[in-house]
T-cell receptor
Framework: EDQVTQSPEALRLQEGESSSLNCSYT??????LFWYRQDPGKGPEFLFT???AGEEKEKERLKATLTKKESFLHITAPKPEDSATYLC????????????FGSGTQLTVLP | DTGVSQDPRHKITKRGQNVTFRCDPI?????LYWYRQTLGQGPEFLTY????????KSRLLSDRFSAERPKGSFSTLEIQRTEQGDSAMYLC??????????FGQGTRLTVV
């Protein structure tokens, strides 16, 4: 059974204070690891897909990296508008290619 | 295209009533998923359609839940005899082959 564990559960940062979110996973035949951002009362918004260990992707202040056991989402010089819940999900080799999500990290960036 | 659309956004129902939610996927996406999300948790897979065929259902999906996707376009999710434990956000996602999934804004169900 695919499993995803995210840490920390919640993170409070001052504006400009860089940090990283962790996503540990176990999956049978990784097809992809996904990061989504979710604002309160909204659906998840796609950020990145990573397919193999060593891969990195960047978008504005966010950078996602992948190893064989975990992924990190690095946030550089965050702004208050980066406040959201960040969800990590894996797509295994099951026929439906459904996503298995972690519980998320709730990020708050204080001005 | 404006993305995945879900209706209604919010639904309050009394315990024991039936409810139905609708999802309109991105038009060129032939794969459609339903997920359920409770407070403080990540979305949990419920069921999957490829075109009009329902190909997979979660073992966690009660018999009170049924989903359809007639003609491979929009999809509906029905919950019969709702229970308080059904209160959650119901999310629909769609994707094309080999691409990431895009989610709708969800339907928030409250069972009182």
């Amino acid at each position: 059974e695919d499993q995803v564990t995210q840490s920390p559960e919640a993170l409070r940062l001052q504006e400009g204070e860089s940090s990283s979110l962790n996503c540990s996973y176990t999956v049978s035949g990784l097809r992809g690891l996904f990061w989504y951002r979710q604002d309160p009362g909204k659906g998840p918004e796609f950020l990145f897909t990573l397919y193999s260990a060593g891969e990195e992707k960047e978008k504005e202040r966010l950078k996602a990296t992948l190893t064989k056991k975990e992924s990190f989402l690095h946030i550089t010089a965050p702004k208050p508008e980066d406040s959201a819940t960040y969800l990590c999900a894996v797509q295994g080799s099951g026929s439906a290619r459904q996503l298995t999500f972690g519980s998320g990290t709730q990020l708050t960036v204080l001005p | 295209d404006t993305g995945v659309s879900q209706d209604p956004r919010h639904k309050i129902t009394k315990r024991g009533q039936n409810v139905t939610f609708r999802c309109d996927p991105i038009s060129e996406h032939n794969r459609l998923y339903w997920y359920r999300q409770t407070l403080g948790q990540g979305p949990e897979f419920l069921t999957y359609f490829q075109n009009e065929a329902q190909l997979e259902k979660s073992r966690l999906l009660s018999d009170r839940f049924s989903a359809e996707r007639p003609k491979g376009s929009f999809s509906t999710l029905e919950i019969q005899r709702t229970e308080q434990g059904d209160s959650a956000m119901y999310l629909c996602a769609s994707r094309a082959e080999g691409t990431e999934a895009f989610f709708g804004q969800g339907t928030r169900l409250t069972v009182v």
